[in-house]
């Protein structure tokens, strides 16, 4: 699995991106230097161009440039936000948005898609497919600068992957597989397709909207590069702690005694009342601890798959974290048994 190379550094891979925005709240507090922001401790970040757009921050992004803005020097994605507009009923121009992305300057841009959601009939979903394809291959053709663009890529089988990735030009840097929000409960549709993905390119394969360690351990196994997550922000908002051992939240934290202790560098410095007022800076320090123990396993899984020990180490890490680790891995783990059979 070889590391991605940006004109803002290396990632090394498996890796997760976190989720960032430039909208308002714990943003400002982050933008602001208040604390010590998700760009600083993860190896990029990835931000929404809809959450991009509808934001004061826009004009100095446009401006500045997003790493000036962020005030870092890693890495910055910026996906097209296709999800984020679906839901609003609202799309952009693929060409407006590839032109925001490279005005903006990220180091890896992501193409304007169409998402499939499960319930749509056939005829919706072969036009949302074909409108996903059109639209990566004339952001690919119309870029002018060296950002690196990945084509999204969406389908609701395996069969319906591989027709769209033969429809898709050469010459992307990557691919972002998503359309797997809504069903990301479904640990065998996603260990599926994200084999296919797999099976159809070297290289980087990014996997949008992934929220729980079970998924992360298991698609890591089977070869995807770059996750994103927020999950360690919507955690905060909910008061939930990412329990260090088991991976699984602890929820309600106002309501228990003690947290579990944790060595994390947030944790060493703030206690459980810090994490538990209704205010962002108490949601911000939350977030951190659930990002540091996100970016930790993360670490873990990236050292063993280098060591090439992955397997014997999520087997012993799942003796201690909820079941659902080893359930998903097992999954994974059939799945290339079954294929290289
Ligand atoms: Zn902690």
């Known amino acids: 699995m070889p590391d991605i190379v940006t004109n803002h ?19 400002d507090k982050w933008i602001g230097g208040d604390y010590v922001a998700p760009w600083e401790l993860s190896q ?3 931000l929404s161009l809809y959450h991009i757009l509808k934001y004061p921050y826009r004009d100095r992004i446009l401006k500045e440039g997003i790493h000036d803005v962020l005030r870092t020097r ?13 839901k609003k009923g609202v799309e952009l121009e693929p060409v407006e948005v590839l032109q925001y992305q490279e005005r903006m300057g990220c180091d890896i841009g992501i193409t304007f898609d ?28 119309q870029k002018k600068t060296d950002m690196q663009l990945y ?5 609701s089988n395996p069969r319906e992957i591989t027709d769209y990735m033969q429809k898709l030009d050469s010459g992307f840097s990557g691919y972002g597989i998503g359309s797997l929000v809504p069903r990301k409960n479904h640990l065998g549709h996603l260990v599926d397709m994200i084999h296919e993905v797999r099976q159809q ?28 997550s927020w999950a360690y922000v919507v955690a905060a908002a909910f008061k939930e702690f990412v329990h260090p051992v088991t991976l699984s939240r602890v929820k309600n934290i106002k309501r228990v005694d003690s947290l579990p202790p944790c060595e994390c560098a947030i944790c060493q410095q703030y206690t459980h009342e810090d994490m538990i007022k209704a205010d962002s800076d108490s949601e911000i320090i939350l977030a951190l601890h659930n990002l540091n123990i996100f970016l930790y396993e993360m670490k873990m899984i990236r050292e063993s798959t280098r060591e090439n020990n992955l397997e014997d180490y999520i087997e012993k890490r799942s003796q201690t974290t909820n079941k659902k680790v080893r359930q998903a891995f097992r999954i994974a783990r059939d799945k290339l048994v079954q294929s290289t059979s």
């Open 9 to 27: 550094g290396i990632i090394k891979t498996p890796a997760l991106i976190p989720v960032v925005a430039a909208s308002y709240g714990i943003w």
């Open 44 to 46: 990029g970040v990835i």
């Open 74 to 86: 890693n890495p910055v994605y910026i996906d097209s936000g296709g999800f984020q507009y679906m």
């Open 114 to 141: 169409f998402p499939i959601l499960p319930d749509i009939d056939d005829v919706e979903k072969e036009a949302r497919l074909e409108r996903s394809i059109a639209s990566a291959n004339i952001m690919l053709q």
């Open 151 to 155: 084509g999204a890529i969406h389908g």
């Open 201 to 228: 390119t070297e290289k980087p394969v990014h996997c949008f909207g992934i929220t729980g360690f079970p998924a992360l351990f298991a698609l890591s196994y089977l070869g995807v590069d770059t996750f994103d």
